[in-house]
């Protein structure tokens, strides 16, 4: 079975710290992903990428960049995290170059709170 | 502009009742793809099913089933009997080659209660 791991499940910041999440998947896929949940307003793509060292915006990428220098591991970084992003990160792999078919793995998501 | 529609915030049963997750949809492509994905309290989203738009033919999988209308642009989703393990947050998803990344609706919360 595929796995993808988060480093952690839940984290506690102040505001202005720099954060770093951190996802490892373990079956070589290709693309992963970063997207976070809030209530009421489902998952949102933040960030996504094809291959090592390559990175494309999603839907919401202010406030974070990415960093993929393995192919396993997906890092999302908040440079100077603020209370509004407090919220469920979620990381995602797959297997091929993006087609719409398809499907993701989805690690367990780390609970981030920005105080 | 393509978009998912899932209309049910949250949703109480009783164990063994019947429910079912509505899913609209909206795209102007004629090849897609649709998704439901189950996020139990565990937190990871699980994939459970996948339909082209080509096919239409209903799918049963044990005590899940989903239906597929192209005419009313949905994709429900029925537990039958539900237990309390069935208890997650329900997303239904949308991709197509335009988009090139999976839409989510909004989720559908499902409490089953013995």
């Known amino acids: 079975d595929v796995k993808v791991t988060q480093s952690s499940r839940y984290l506690v910041k102040r505001t202005g710290e720099k954060v770093f999440l951190e996802c490892v998947q373990d079956m070589d896929h290709e693309n992963m992903f970063w997207y976070r949940q809030d209530p009421g307003l489902g998952l949102r793509l933040i960030y996504f990428?094809?291959?090592?060292?390559?990175?494309e915006k999603g839907d919401i990428p202010e406030g974070y960049s990415v960093s993929r220098e393995k192919k396993e591991r997906f890092s999302l970084i908040l440079e100077s995290a603020s209370t509004n992003q407090t919220s469920m990160y979620l990381c995602?792999?797959?297997?091929?170059?993006?087609?719409?078919?398809?499907?993701?793995?989805f690690g367990s998501g780390t609970q981030l709170s920005v105080l | 502009a393509q978009k998912v529609t899932q209309a049910q915030t949250e949703i109480s049963v009783v164990e063994k009742e019947d429910v079912t997750l509505d899913c609209v949809y909206e795209?102007?492509?004629?090849?897609?793809?649709l998704f439901w994905y189950k996020q139990p309290p565990s937190g990871e989203l699980v994939f459970l099913i996948r339909r082209n738009s080509f096919d239409e033919q209903n799918e049963i999988s044990g005590r899940y089933s989903w239906n597929f209308q192209k005419s009313t642009s949905s994709f429900n989703f029925t537990i039958t009997a539900s237990q309390v393990v069935d208890s997650a947050v329900y997303f239904c998803a949308l991709s197509t080659y335009n988009t090139d990344k999976l839409i989510f609706g909004t989720g559908t919360r499902l409490q089953v209660f013995p």
């Open positions: 795209t102007r492509d004629t090849t897609y793809y």
């Open positions: 990428s094809y291959d090592v060292k390559m990175k």
């Open positions: 995602a792999s797959s297997l091929r170059i993006p087609g719409p078919q398809e499907k993701l793995f």
